[in-house]
């Protein structure tokens, strides 16, 4: 028995099966434990097995043990990754994570700029890699600093975990060079402050009690006139001496702010720019 396949493929009853059983279950991205579990192949056959669908384009590798389904619109389409937020989750093989910095920021709607890297905060410490052209960045987080998460729904059918709006805020001041810069978080931030909550903010940046946070954080408040003056004052309460860069991605120069223990490497005119445009 033979089934049609968007008419350029055909499925023997076993391929069949596999692709019928995983659409059921909802895992259009699978592992070779999937394959072998569904077929009763022994892990060498499933392996054999798979490696046919993925050179009739039935099925796309990932990585070695992880497969995505090519959808059967995509006729003869070899390579195929599907949504890479999605695929990002199954990389982590069951850890906790949460989809964060500019990644995130695209979620949310905070970013105007099309996004060529993912990135993926985890207290497990993962390798980065590519797929099909897709940078995928793992950032360690101790576990004690792994919270402000929510789900995401991609479509009807997968959600993912990514940093709400204040964690995301928070991370990229705690590192903008994987936001963009801190123009870029300023940006974001404004584009939705509106939703966020000041209060759960600030929580969050004390929380880390990275004093990096809380300078940029207040400064940022501040500097877009945002009316949350007791939110600002126990930023100020946890300040201590030292100075750091507004924005570390770009040259040490520029005004020191001694209110924020900055020195202001991004000029308040450029951040009034930034929401402007």
Not at 94 to 123: E, F, K, R
Not at 182 to 197: H, L, P, Q, T
Request: glycine share 6%.
């Amino acid at each position: 028995m033979h089934t049609k396949y968007n008419n350029s493929k055909t499925l023997g009853s076993q391929a069949a099966r596999l692709v019928t059983t995983l659409h059921e279950r909802g895992r259009r991205i699978f592992t070779l434990a999937d394959v072998t579990g569904i077929t009763s192949l022994a892990e060498p056959s499933a392996a054999s097995f798979v490696s046919k669908l993925v050179a009739r384009g039935v099925v796309s590798r990932l990585q070695p043990g992880l497969y995505t389904l090519v959808p059967f619109e995509l006729g003869k389409e070899r390579e195929f990754m599907g949504n890479p937020y999605v695929v990002a989750a199954a990389l982590t093989e069951g850890a906790d994570y949460y989809i964060s910095h500019a990644s995130a920021m695209d979620i949310h709607g905070m970013t105007t700029q099309p996004q060529l890297v993912v990135y993926v905060t985890s207290p497990r410490s993962m390798r980065s890699r590519s797929i099909l052209g897709t940078e995928f960045r793992f950032v360690h987080c101790k576990a004690v600093h792994f919270f402000g998460t929510c789900d995401h729904w991609v479509d009807k059918v997968d959600k993912v975990v990514v940093s709400d709006l204040e964690r995301t805020v928070v991370d990229g001041l705690k590192h903008p060079e994987y936001s963009g810069g801190f123009s870029e978080v300023a940006k974001g931030f404004w584009m939705r402050w509106r939703d966020i909550d000041a209060h759960q903010l600030v929580d969050y940046a004390l929380r880390l009690d990275i004093g990096a946070v809380t300078r940029r954080l207040g400064y940022l408040l501040e500097a877009y006139g945002i009316d949350a003056p007791a939110e600002i004052d126990r930023l100020h309460r946890h300040l201590t001496d030292t100075y750091v860069l507004l924005d570390p991605l770009l040259p040490a120069e520029g005004k020191y702010l001694s209110r924020w223990r900055l020195r202001l490497n991004v000029s308040p005119e450029e951040l009034q720019a930034v929401i402007a445009t």
